[in-house]
């Protein structure tokens, strides 16, 4: 069965520094979300994909994260310079066309010490 | 983004049915409703939508009320696997976001 991938499962970073994540959406999927979930709370939507071109962006801290995905298939999420308040899963995922069933990854885990 | 209401936590015996509400009272009539599910430490994983009328997967049932003001979720003999956080989302489709809240976290006990 499909999946997304994503890398690495988890990551310890000190502050200050940089960290990236990466995803594979299902082969064929046009759409691509990141989202952050702190513990306790749902996941929030960082940012939205389709194909290459940025949809949604508006809850991404843009002064110090930056996402891609040049040829519209996998993407790459920055974290520079890290804070502590950034510890938290981070999850893609991808549905076909941006309808309502997404299919998730296992998401990074990241802790900033 | 349609506004959904759950209740912060439930409790359900193991065999039997979980029923779980979502009030959605501001949905249009163009937006479906969508149920996911987090197991702990995993990804979100969509369990079944439906627009009006009532739905049936090899997950669960759906059940949407005339007025569209509501839905239950139905599990019909729940398993300790079942344990989770389940969200119910308004979403309209297309490109729009799609937007958790803080869902109802089921406990199943044995």
């Known amino acids: 069965e499909a999946e997304v991938a994503q890398s690495p499962r988890y990551k310890i970073t000190e502050k200050s520094q940089a960290v990236a994540f990466w995803c594979d959406p299902i082969?064929?999927?046009?759409?691509l979300y990141w989202y952050r979930q702190i513990l306790g709370q749902g996941p929030e939507l960082l940012v939205q994909f389709q194909d290459e071109s940025v949809v949604d962006d508006s809850q991404l801290p843009k002064d110090r994260f930056s996402a891609e995905r040049l040829k519209g298939v996998d993407s790459t999420l920055k974290i520079q310079p890290a804070e502590l308040g950034d510890s938290a899963m981070y999850l893609c995922?991808?549905?076909?066309?941006?309808?309502?069933?997404?299919?998730f990854g296992q998401g990074t885990r990241l802790t900033v010490v | 983004d349609a506004k959904t209401t759950q209740p912060p936590s439930m409790d359900c015996a193991e065999g039997r049915a979980a029923n779980l509400p979502c009030n959605h009272s501001?949905?249009?009539?163009?937006?479906?409703v969508y149920w996911y599910r987090q197991i702990h430490s995993q990804g979100p994983q969509y369990i079944i939508h439906?627009?009006?009328n009532n739905e049936t997967n090899e997950m669960a049932s759906l059940i949407i009320t005339e007025d569209r003001k509501s839905s239950t979720l139905i599990l019909p003999h729940a398993t300790l696997r079942d344990t989770a956080v389940y969200y119910c989302i308004g979403l309209q489709g297309g490109s729009e976001k799609l937007v958790f809240g803080k869902g109802t976290k089921l406990t199943v006990n044995p």
């Open positions: 082969s064929g999927h046009a759409t």
């Open positions: 995922a991808s549905s076909f066309n941006g309808e309502g069933e997404a299919f």
């Open positions: 501001t949905i249009s009539g163009n937006e479906y």
């Open positions: 439906g627009l009006k």
